[in-house]
Each structure stands twice: as C-alpha cells, then as structure tokens.
C-alpha cells in the first residue's frame, strides 16, 4: 500500500467538492435535491475507483470484505441498526461469490441491506464523514485493511446515493 502524496490528498479534496455540487441543499427544510446528471455521477465514481486504485485498494473486494451481503454492524439484511449502528463493525471474512460482483450486483445488494434507510441528505453528510476518514487513515499510515475500509465506505455511500436518486449504475462505469 502506498501513501498518497500532498497532490493526491488535494485531489480527494477537489473530488469531495465536485461531489457536493451534484446536490442542492436546502437547510430549512433539512433536505438535499440531486441537481446533477448521470454521467456527473458516474464521473463522481470513476474519479474515486482511480483514487483507491492509487492506494492499492480493489473496491469490489473491499466493498465486499466490508458488506458480504449483510450488514456489517446487526448482521442482518435488510439492515436493522438504524443510523446509529448497533455494535461494533465486525469484519466477516466471508469469500467473494465465484465470479465476482458487478456493479449492478453491488448496487441491488445494498439496495436489499440498506433499503430507505436514511435521508438523502444524510447519505451526502455520511460520503463526506467518510471521505475524512478516508483521507486521514491515508494520511496516518494506518493498516491497509482499515483503508481499505474506509474507500469502501465511501463507495458504498455513493451506491446508496444512487439507489435514493434512481440511478442505475450498471454499465456505467468500465
């Protein structure tokens, strides 16, 4: 695993921001509005997958080392922790399905664990966090399974963001 240099880590910032303009937020009403396009979004996702990728990170096995078809914190599906996770994450180490996942598999499977579960807004607020504890498990040398975690987070997020917007993401992304 290789540490990100200061124009890597400006490059997470940069794509934090180009994220966040995909959404309008309205702060009275407590609620978020995706303004953006499909291909904005799939654009989002390109430029994160090349940002793992820098720091050795396979999403698909990190997504899945992280939600093997179950939430991670009640162990169930769909989810019943709420958005206060119920336990301690736990980390399964169950086998990748033979043949791997695709992205529309990863989306479908989220959308069956992570079903309403919360606010689009708080899915934006939630991509953020974990872009933060993304960059700062980079930027402390942290192990590289907790990085790994961490880009799956983000990714996943995004995934659920995409379920919350109606936006199918197979095909989307080469």
Same mark, same amino acid.
């Given at each position: /695993?290789?540490?990100?240099?200061? !124009?890597? =880590?400006?490059?997470?910032?940069?794509?934090?921001?180009?994220?966040?303009?995909?959404?309008?937020?309205?702060?009275?009403?407590?609620?978020?509005?995706?303004?953006?396009?499909?291909?904005?979004?799939?654009?989002?996702?390109? *430029?994160?997958?090349?940002?793992?990728?820098?720091?050795?990170?396979? /999403?698909?096995?990190?997504?899945?080392?992280?939600?093997?078809?179950? &939430?991670?914190?009640?162990?169930?599906?769909?989810?019943? &922790?709420?958005?206060?996770?119920?336990?301690? =994450?736990?980390?399964?180490? #169950?086998?990748?399905?033979?043949?791997?996942?695709?992205?529309?598999?990863?989306?479908?499977?989220?959308?069956?664990?992570?079903?309403? =579960?919360?606010?689009?807004?708080? *899915?934006? #607020?939630?991509?953020?966090?974990?872009?933060?504890?993304?960059?700062?498990? %980079?930027?402390?040398?942290?192990?590289?399974? *907790?990085?790994?975690?961490? !880009?799956?987070? #983000?990714?996943?997020?995004?995934?659920? %963001?995409?379920?919350? #917007?109606?936006?199918?993401? *197979?095909?989307? %992304?080469?």
């Amino acid at each position: /695993m290789k540490t990100l240099s200061r !124009f890597e =880590h400006a490059q997470l910032v940069g794509w934090t921001a180009k994220f966040c303009r995909l959404f309008s937020i309205d702060e009275a009403r407590v609620r978020a509005t995706f303004i953006g396009t499909t291909a904005q979004l799939r654009v989002a996702l390109d *430029e994160l997958l090349v940002l793992a990728n820098q720091c050795g990170v396979n /999403m698909e096995t990190a997504i899945w080392n992280k939600y093997p078809n179950i &939430c991670p914190y009640c162990l169930a599906k769909p989810c019943c &922790c709420g958005p206060q996770k119920a336990t301690p =994450h736990k980390r399964l180490n #169950v086998p990748l399905p033979q043949g791997g996942l695709t992205l529309g598999d990863l989306q479908r499977m989220l959308g069956e664990i992570y079903p309403n =579960h919360s606010s689009l807004l708080r *899915e934006i #607020v939630d991509v953020i966090s974990e872009v933060g504890e993304s960059s700062w498990a %980079i930027w402390s040398l942290a192990d590289p399974r *907790e990085i790994e975690e961490e !880009f799956a987070d #983000v990714f996943a997020r995004l995934i659920r %963001i995409a379920n919350k #917007v109606d936006i199918i993401l *197979e095909g989307l %992304i080469a």
